[in-house]
């Protein structure tokens, strides 16, 4: 099957628990895998620890994880996850002590089932 690319942008800064993104797919069926392929950079590194979740229906199955100082973070998947109509993508802002970190660039690479 052919791939399903999201590709995301949120500028600014994000506050604590803040829901940068929210999405409810409509028919295809898309597995994002334990070993799927996400990107993601800030153009204005952190100035703490940053952590966002990526969630489907509020239960989260990845993260991003920025050091301090960094652009680039540690992306982890917790376990490969497929997404029906009317389920719903959030990207959140869990935790950390980060008040600078900015321009979030997130790109998410799936399979359509």
């Known amino acids: 099957m052919p791939p399903f ?7 600014g800064t ?4 803040q829901n940068v ?23 204005v590194a952190t100035n703490g620890t940053l952590v966002f979740g990526i969630n489907k229906n509020t239960v989260q199955f990845a993260t991003l994880t920025w050091a301090n100082a960094q652009t680039v973070p540690t992306f982890s998947v917790i376990a490969a996850t497929t997404f029906l109509a009317n389920d719903v ?19 998410l690479l799936g399979v359509r089932a």
Request: glycine share 4%.
């Open 5 to 11: 690319q999201l590709a995301l942008f949120f500028p």
């Open 14 to 17: 994000y506050t604590a628990t």
């Open 21 to 43: 993104w929210h999405m409810t797919f409509l028919t295809n069926s898309i597995t994002f895998n334990q070993g799927a392929w996400i990107a993601a950079s800030l153009r």
């Open 89 to 107: 993508l959030d990207i959140n802002r869990v935790s950390g002590t980060d008040t600078a970190a900015a321009r979030l660039a997130i790109t």
